[in-house]
Every structure is written in C-alpha cells, then in structure tokens.
C-alpha cells in the first residue's frame, strides 16, 4: 500500500502534551487497519524556538513541508514569551494561506455521557459542522496606525474578500451540505452592520445556492447565530462562515457540547496541492501546561479526520477513521476522561485507552 508521510508538529504549551497520543491512537489506527504512515517530527514552530531564532520558523519551512502529505499540528502561542499576533502569524496562519488551505472543516458533536451545558439537550441535537474560511476575510495585517501618541492616533485594520476565495469556500459548504442527510446550510453574515464585506458574502451566497437547489439555506446574522447555536442547536447542519466568524462559532459549538477540550479541525487543501493541517481547536493553554490534565481527544479526534482526508474514500481509511472516532465514545461514556469532562484521567491515560480501544476494536 501507498506510504503517506505526515509531518508532526507539537508547537507550544499542551501541543507538546496532546501530540503525543495523537500519534499514539493514529499509529495503533494504522496497524490495525494496515495503513503505511510516516512521521517526521519538527522541534521548530515554536516560541521556543523564537527566543533563540527570531522567528518561529527556518526559511526554508515552505519546502522542507511541501512535499509531505498532511501535517498534524498540536498548537501554538505563548504570550508571555512571544506576543500572539507574531507567533501565530509566523507558523500556523502561514501555513494555511501558504498552502491554501481555504476550508477549516470544524465539526461539532454531543457525545453520550457528556453532560450537556445546555438544558433539555440529547446526543442528536448537537451535530453540525462549522466550515470555516480560513485564508482571507477579517484575519488580514493589511492597515496600519497613524498620529501615535497624539489624540488623534487612530488604527486601520483592513478585511479582505475576494470573489474567489468566498466562492470556493461556498461552494465546499453547499457541497458537503448536499452530500449530508438533512441538506441543510446556515451563513453565517452581519450586513446590517459590515457594509461593505458582509453584503457582498451575502450576494455570493445567494449566487452559489442556485447551483445546489435540493440544498434548504438560510443566513443569520452571527449575534442571533451565536444564540441559536445555544438556544436550538438542532437547528444546524452546515455552518459555513467567514475566517472570524468561523473561528467564534467554532470554540462557542464545541462549549455547548461540554468542552472544548474534544473539538477537531481540518485544515484542507481540497485540490491537494499542498499539505493540509490537523490540528485541534483549542491553543496551547498555559494555564494547564505541565500538570498532565489537558484532554487529548480534540488532537485524536483530528487525527482522525486526517486519515479520512488522506484514505480519499478508500474503506480501510473510512475504517481506520470509524474506529478512532468510536474509541472516543467509547471513553467518553465510560468516564474515562480527562478533568475538563469531570473524569480524573491524565492526558496519556486517555490516549493509552483509546489507543488501546482502536487496537482491538472490529477490522470490519
Ligand atoms: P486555549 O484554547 O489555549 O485555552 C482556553 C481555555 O481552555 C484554557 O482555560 C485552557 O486551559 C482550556 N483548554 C484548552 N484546551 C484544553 C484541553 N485540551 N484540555 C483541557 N482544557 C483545555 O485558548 P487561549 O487561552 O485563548 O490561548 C492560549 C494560547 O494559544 C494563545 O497564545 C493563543 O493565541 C493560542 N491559540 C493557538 C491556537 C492554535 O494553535 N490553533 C488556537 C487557539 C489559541
Ligand atoms: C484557531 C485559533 C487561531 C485562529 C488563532 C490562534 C490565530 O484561534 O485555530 O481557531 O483564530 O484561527
Ligand atoms: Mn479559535
């Protein structure tokens, strides 16, 4: 079989931490399902590696990962070393806008046993997909500041919409919305407030869902969004939005479905040209680094969807895939979790168990 070479790197804070059983449930995943993978790992990406460089990465980063197949990412950032805005604007956000990976594909999902922060709702009510834009939009370092230090200093941040890159994500979300049982699609906008951007992500919404007549869409403006995601979650299928939207929708989603300690994020690059990136919601948490309590099931669950992505529907990755994200159940609703979940697990017991549940769980 075919060897897929994937590049993994751990970054910041509990990324060190979580990577490791990442690793552990992918690679149990690959012997059991006879998937031929290969790690690399990378100590650079880091703001570690800052302190001693002057930035997060060697410059040759684009071709020392280009050719690999995926890369699976722990998180970065740690402000008191090295302020947010460069470490992540010097690796992870990189990363996707270099290697154009335009959709973050962020699913969110109520598991059995997890005690839901929502009241009255079931496992079923909570099950959508956030599907990100993850390249333009909000997140821009076009602007600057003028008249500092004087009254009048003010600052200009720039967003960034072009027709191609809110096309292509549209289109990834109508798609998948086709292709998903309900056929259902929400977009997220606020063109009452945003004049400029958010009416024109509403035209092309509008344009786009002509080429999808069975798929059943709305927009909601993001304030009413976010209550709804509380109020009746089940309302929602796929959720697809800008870079901050997408970015607020996905943590509050995961929060509502207990934690956000589980939620997985794939970074793709649909036309595979270049790698794309699996990587956990959350960041490097410093404030739990170090203690052995960080859940490892959000940087699992996206190994998964890494295998998935890599298998192309082939069934022994679908396989592979089912098993992990089986696993993880599994845990959940025998409490074997981490103090985020209200278990009492460490970081590597919870890898270990389910590393273990893949390994012998049903080839079939
Ligand atoms: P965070 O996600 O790191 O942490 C938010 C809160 O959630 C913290 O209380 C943390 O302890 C908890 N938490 C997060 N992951 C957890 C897990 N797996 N298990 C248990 N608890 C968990 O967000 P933050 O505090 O805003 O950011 C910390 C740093 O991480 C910053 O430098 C930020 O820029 C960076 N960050 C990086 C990424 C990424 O690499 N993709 C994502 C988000 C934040
Ligand atoms: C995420 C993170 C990043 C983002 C930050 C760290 C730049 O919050 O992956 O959701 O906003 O995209
Ligand atoms: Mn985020």
Redesign the pocket.
């Known amino acids: 079989s075919q060897l897929l070479r994937i590049a993994a790197i751990a ?5 060190q931490e ?1 990577l490791p059983e990442g690793l552990r449930v992918v690679q149990a995943a690959a012997s059991r399902y006879g998937l031929a993978l290969e790690f690399t790992q990378f100590e650079w990406a880091s ?1 570690d590696y800052y302190l001693q460089h002057g930035k997060m990465m060697p410059d040759d980063w684009f071709a020392q990962l280009k050719g690999f197949d995926a890369i699976y ?7 008191d070393k090295v302020p ?1 805005h460069i ?2 604007w010097g ?2 956000l990189k990363f996707r806008r270099e290697f154009e990976q335009y959709v973050n594909m962020r699913p969110v999902r109520l598991f059995p046993g997890v005690p839901c922060p929502l009241a009255g709702k079931q496992p079923g009510d909570i099950d959508f997909i956030v599907i990100r834009e993850n390249t333009e939009g909000e997140y821009s370092s076009l602007g600057g500041r003028m008249f500092e230090g004087t009254e009048h200093e003010f600052v200009l941040q720039e967003s960034v919409f072009t027709r191609r890159g809110v096309d292509r994500i549209l289109k990834y979300g109508f798609e998948l919305a086709q292709q998903r049982p309900r056929q259902l699609l929400t977009s997220a906008t606020k063109s009452n407030g945003m004049a400029v951007s958010m009416p024109y992500w509403d035209e092309r919404t509008a344009a786009m869902a002509q080429h999808y007549p069975e798929v059943r869409w709305d927009k909601q403006h993001i304030d009413i969004l976010c209550a709804r995601f509380v109020l009746q979650p089940e309302r929602f299928d796929v959720v697809v939005a800008s870079n901050l939207f997408g970015d607020i929708l996905s ?1 509050l989603g995961p929060a509502c479905a207990g ?4 939620a997985p ?1 794939a970074n793709l690059n649909p036309e595979r040209d270049f790698p794309s990136l699996f ?11 170090g203690q052995n ?7 699992i669950w996206s190994g998964a969807l890494m295998l998935d992505f890599l298998g192309q529907g082939e069934a022994r990755y679908r396989a592979a895939h089912d098993a992990i994200v089986a696993a993880i159940a599994q845990a959940i609703a025998d409490g074997h979790v ?3 979940m209200g278990g009492q697990l460490s ?1 590597q017991a919870v890898g270990q168990l389910i590393a273990d549940l893949v390994a012998t769980s049903a080839t079939h």
């Open positions: 970054g910041d804070g509990i990324g979580v703001c990412f722990g998180a970065v950032g740690w402000p947010d470490s992540l690796s992870l943590d934690t956000i300690g589980i994020s990587e956990p919601v959350h960041g490097s948490a410093p404030d739990i680094f309590i960080a859940n490892p099931i959000a940087m981490t103090r985020d970081t």
